[in-house]
């Protein structure tokens, strides 16, 4: 089934710790992003990257890496994860910039 | 850059009633709008969308206006049933330049 995943689903991590987020898309999107959630802030972008190669940085992109060495994948990194970076991550990704966004079913992660 | 704002932050509406949420944006250069809907513990999720050389669209109970000139865009729900209750988020952007969200609408449809 064509879509995008993301993994892990949840995840508790120590302050202090790397932390690696997956995202994969088999729908030869260009264009990925990374959203974070969190209660009354809606979805601000992390980074993003309009096509393999090549990224970008959005609103929040402070403690957070990202590479696209391909097209599919599209991972996020926590170098050393603090409290603050609590929240719910969203992987998203588009034909092109611009066009409709499909969105992974997110990762909860917890920093304590 | 673009600053979308979106207003309320929550509505209740009772079934078959009306919905209406409003979102302004900054750059006039943003030619595209979507509209996502996201239910409690899913991801968001496209439901309707229309971009710069269009004033108005339709589908179904749910449409969408923009005022260019104003720079304001706005969602309208019609005949609210109980699964409209989500969490409603605008968004504009364009070119190459990622989209950026509102902070979202709580909808409540009271039975």
């Known amino acids: 089934i064509a879509g995008i995943t993301q993994a892990p689903t949840s995840q508790i991590l120590a302050a202090g710790r790397r932390m690696t987020l997956r995202c994969t898309q088999d729908?030869?999107?260009?264009?990925m992003y990374w959203y974070r959630q969190d209660l009354g802030l809606g979805l601000r972008l992390i980074h993003y990257?309009?096509?393999?190669?090549?990224?970008g940085k959005g609103e929040v992109p402070d403690g957070y890496s990202v590479s696209r060495a391909n097209t599919d994948d599209f991972p996020l990194t926590l170098a050393s994860a603090v409290p603050s970076q609590t929240s719910v991550y969203f992987c998203a990704s588009s034909e092109v910039p611009n066009t409709e966004a499909f969105f992974g079913q997110g990762t909860r992660l917890t920093v304590v | 850059g673009e600053n979308v704002e979106q207003h309320p932050s929550t509505l209740s509406v009772q079934e078959g009633d009306s919905a209406v949420i409003k979102c302004t944006y900054s750059d006039s250069a943003s030619n595209y709008f979507p509209w996502y809907k996201q239910e409690l513990g899913k991801r968001p999720q496209l439901i309707i969308d229309i971009r710069s050389n269009v004033g108005e669209k339709k589908d179904q109970r749910i449409a969408v206006t923009l005022n260019k000139t104003a720079k304001h865009f706005s969602l309208h729900i019609t005949e609210t049933q109980p699964e409209d209750s989500a969490v409603y988020f605008c968004s504009g952007g364009s070119g190459n330049t990622p989209l950026v969200f509102g902070k979202g609408t709580r909808l409540s449809v009271i039975a």
């Open positions: 729908m030869r999107h260009n264009a």
């Open positions: 990257s309009n096509t393999a190669g090549t990224t």
